[in-house]
């Protein structure tokens, strides 16, 4: 045993060495031993895709729905490396379908955040829940616009998952995908009827999602087909404010060119550039000063834009 809790047995295991694995087992070693991380021989063999010793291990006796302690589980690792033909084999000899791992994903899950086509299709049509949500709520169709899988995504639509539903946050799908480079896939969501004006809990907007995000492209398309620029969210922040706050130049510029407030404050008062000042964007401060941005202006504690980068220096 090594200093992570290998045994011999989960060394041979995740190097694929079948008939060193068959000699150990031969020779009395414990098949469901496990290293610190709780990980045993057959979850090993499964992380690194030796087949033939999965299917000798679990011939032996090995438990196949073993958890580790980090949550890795034969299954769900299968699905998430893409191995179909390891998952069918799992599922045929029993593996359940909705394990979840430690985040609360499950293998379908795993599939489709990974663009795992195959194995997405596979799962759904032996009975798995397309309607499953991890942790936070994400959905299947969730994670895959997230990740821009577009195949994924038109396959998830087609056979009816809603492309309406939110996470814990009230996040949608073509609201995740704005938030990335994946224009494709929001485009796609668009033109099947997906609400582009949604806006979560908190009352963040794709717009505003692209612009802290600093996806310019994304913000060019999304003002082209007529996202407000001035909406604000429930603390009075608007995409501009949002783009200032972190350093997101480039879309802070388009913006005001665009006719964005550069001056407009939120609930408490602080305007663009205080923002980017009491986060450091030194290069966002230096934009809007030069635009003609109030350096004068406070927020309702008191505070000028120079008051915040002076906390930053302390």
């Known amino acids: ?3 992570n809790g290998k045994t011999a047995l989960i060394f041979a295991s995740e190097n694929g060495k079948l008939e060193v694995v068959k000699y150990l087992i031969s020779a009395g070693a414990k098949l469901e031993a496990k290293s610190n991380d709780g990980s045993t021989a057959l979850i090993c063999a499964t992380m690194n895709n030796k ?3 999965i299917k000798y291990l679990i011939s032996v006796g090995a438990n196949k729905d073993a958890k580790s302690d980090i949550g890795h589980i034969p299954l769900i690792d299968a699905a998430w490396n893409g191995q179909i033909e390891i998952v069918k084999y799992l599922v045929s000899v029993g593996a359940n379908i909705e394990v979840e791992n430690n985040n609360g994903y499950t293998p379908l899950i795993c599939a489709a955040w990974n663009s795992h086509f195959d194995i997405v299709k596979y799962l759904i049509s032996i009975g798995a829940n397309k309607n499953v949500k991890d942790c936070d709520g994400k959905t299947i169709l969730i994670l895959s616009s997230t990740g821009g899988h577009l195949q994924v995504v038109e396959y998830l639509i087609s056979i009816g998952v809603d492309k309406e539903e939110k996470d814990n946050n009230g996040l949608t799908s073509v609201m995740w995908s704005s938030s990335g480079v994946h224009l494709h896939v929001v485009k796609y969501l668009i ?27 994304m913000v060019k398309y999304l003002i082209s087909i007529g996202l407000e620029k001035e909406v604000k969210d429930n603390e009075g922040k608007t995409s501009l404010i949002y783009a200032s706050e972190n350093g997101k130049v480039d879309v802070v510029k388009y913006l005001i060119s665009i006719g964005s407030n550069k001056d407009e404050k939120d609930l408490n008062g602080k305007t663009p550039l205080i923002y980017a000042s009491s986060k450091g964007h030194h290069g966002t401060v230096n934009y809007l000063i030069s635009i003609g941005a109030n350096p004068y202006e406070r927020d309702h504690f008191g505070k000028t834009y120079q008051d915040y980068s002076i906390n930053i220096i302390m």
């Open 191 to 217: 033109s099947i009827g997906a609400n582009i004006n949604a806006k979560s809990y908190f009352g963040h907007t794709a717009l505003m999602l692209a612009s802290m995000n600093g996806q310019l492209e």
């Open 1 to 3: 045993m090594d200093r």
């Open 51 to 53: 087949f033939e010793v």
